[in-house]
């Protein structure tokens, strides 16, 4: 791809991700229709069958734009809830959602820290345990949006990117569905047409809302 073209395509993904935003902040106006939301998504991934067969789980922490799941791992506390951590140099590992690991959940789920708490965020991460990509049975992704074809547009970061080309990596090597991805995604961003790279990835399914 050439350097214009790309440039092109970068331009392109920020104005979408602007739109995404102003759509999401429309979608959830109040903190009432917002629960509303959460709730009827929580109770179609209860009713999943991936949802019901896995045990380990990875989800997120959601940011003010996001579909908040909490009180789907309340409600199924017999399940191993992980969440996504990002490390120093860049790659996501993936530890447990549970007491002992709440400090360095609050860390790294802040966009922004001082370089005093990024220190306290790496010597937690050098304690930590965490859990292999083939360990993890269900994956619940966020996103800005989710185009039609299923392929997700985040933040830029790349991280769910480069993750998700792992797992499907895996996958085809072990000749497995699992670890399966369910993304969640706002309808009125599931278009056809958008600007695309060759490292965007697709889940294997949306539920929409």
Known sequence: MQ??????IIIQKAALREIAKFVLAEKFKSSEIKEKIEAEIIFKLTKHKKFQESQIILYYKSLKDELDLNNLKENNQ???????IITKNKS???????????????????LKLSDEEELFKDALLDKVSDYMINELELILVPSL?????????GRGGGYYDRFFEKVYKMRDKTKS???YILG????????????REEFDQVVDEVIWF
């Open 3 to 8: 350097a214009e073209e790309q440039e092109k």
């Open 78 to 84: 017999e399940k191993t809830w992980l969440v996504p």
């Open 92 to 110: 996501l590992i993936f530890i447990e959602d549970n007491e002992d690991n709440a400090e360095l959940i609050k860390l790294a789920n802040r």
């Open 145 to 153: 949006a989710f185009f039609k074809d299923k392929t997700r547009l």
């Open 177 to 179: 569905e699992e670890p």
């Open 184 to 195: 969640l995604g706002v309808k009125e961003m599931a278009i056809d047409k958008y600007p």
